[in-house]
């Protein structure tokens, strides 16, 4: 694993204080230093398992670990899976890519009454977390591209519809989703090959936003960016509804 995406994960090994589960605010993001925090590996993000510590997809049958560890120079607790589901092209009904949704719990400080949307929103926005996204036939980098970009534009919309966005933000956030979609080469994505996409955990330092991390690819730096790509997974039924409603379920018994 190269040392680049060590000392990236290692920079952000300490979460910051905790925000408000209850009153979730979308953050401003500092300038973008892309050079810093890009990283190349030659293979996915480490996941530690054996073949019993595993969930099937039962609609693929890709097989995610329970458990995954970022590599990094502290000593860090592994990512927890929550959930697991089908991306299905609606109007085709084609099976497109599985997708796991994996989290940091170790401290985690939310009531166990919140609400499904509120813990995640919790989640995203207070720790660490992972989005391991797996094909399931042949496609391309490009092809995942312009499906990301499409739910961020749709994310930017509605936090303008809900009054969440700011003029500043909105403006601050093109250079990131620029740096977004130049990260992905035009080659093709094998099935059964992994791509997997980890979220910093919060510095608490404003100029040190979160980095979106894309394994063999680059990162993005980013809160908004960072954390509304990792939302917009469960926003409505979510991009993967199978994925949500296994969250959703796994969350329950969650909480303090």
Same mark, same amino acid.
Not at 196 to 204: E, I, K, N, R, S
Not at 224 to 250: D, H, N, Q
């Given at each position: 694993?190269?040392?680049?995406f ?5 920079r952000?090994? &300490?979460p910051a204080p905790?925000?408000?589960?209850? $009153?979730?605010?979308?953050?401003? =993001?500092?300038?973008? +230093?892309s050079a810093? +925090?890009?990283?190349?590996?030659t293979?996915p993000i480490?996941?530690?398992?054996t073949h019993?510590d =595993?969930?099937? @997809?039962?609609?693929?049958? =890709?097989e995610f670990?329970?458990q995954?560890?970022v590599?990094?120079?502290?000593p860090?607790?592994p990512?927890?899976l ?7 092209v609606?109007?085709?009904g084609?099976?497109?890519y599985? =997708?796991?949704f994996?989290?940091? %719990?170790t401290? %985690?400080?939310i009531?166990?009454s919140a609400?499904? *949307?509120? $813990?995640i #929103? /919790?989640i ?13 036939r042949?496609?391309s /980098?490009?092809?995942?591209r312009? !499906?990301f ?5 749709a994310?930017?919309?509605?936090? $303008?519809?809900?009054?969440t ?5 909105? #403006? ?6 620029r740096k977004?979609?130049?990260i992905f080469p035009?080659?093709?994505l094998?099935k ?8 910093t955990a919060?510095?608490? @330092?404003?100029t040190r936003?979160?980095?979106l991390?894309?394994? @063999?690819?680059?990162a993005? *730096?980013s809160d908004?960016?960072?954390e ?15 994925? $949500?409603?296994?969250?959703v379920? &796994?969350?329950?018994?969650i !909480?303090?």
């Amino acid at each position: 694993m190269s040392h680049i995406f060590t000392s990236a994960c290692a920079r952000f090994a &300490r979460p910051a204080p905790p925000r408000s589960w209850s $009153k979730p605010v979308l953050y401003g =993001v500092a300038s973008l +230093f892309s050079a810093a +925090f890009a990283f190349h590996v030659t293979t996915p993000i480490h996941l530690d398992a054996t073949h019993h510590d =595993v969930v099937v @997809d039962p609609a693929t049958s =890709v097989e995610f670990p329970k458990q995954l560890r970022v590599p990094s120079k502290f000593p860090q607790l592994p990512l927890s899976l929550l959930g697991v589901g089908v991306r299905t092209v609606s109007f085709l009904g084609i099976n497109v890519y599985s =997708v796991g949704f994996y989290a940091d %719990l170790t401290k %985690l400080k939310i009531p166990i009454s919140a609400s499904p *949307e509120e $813990k995640i #929103n /919790y989640i995203v926005r207070n720790t660490s977390c992972a989005l391991r996204i797996v094909p399931i036939r042949h496609t391309s /980098y490009t092809h995942l591209r312009d !499906g990301f970009m499409r739910a961020l534009t749709a994310r930017l919309q509605l936090a $303008k519809s809900r009054g969440t966005l700011s003029a500043e933000t909105e #403006n601050t956030v093109q250079s990131p989703l620029r740096k977004l979609k130049s990260i992905f080469p035009n080659t093709k994505l094998s099935k059964g090959d992994p791509l997997d996409v980890y979220l910093t955990a919060p510095t608490g @330092d404003p100029t040190r936003p979160r980095n979106l991390m894309f394994s @063999d690819l680059g990162a993005v *730096e980013s809160d908004w960016v960072a954390e509304e790509f990792v939302l917009a997974y469960f926003e409505g039924e979510g991009i993967s509804p199978p994925m $949500k409603r296994a969250t959703v379920e &796994r969350l329950a018994s969650i !909480g303090n």
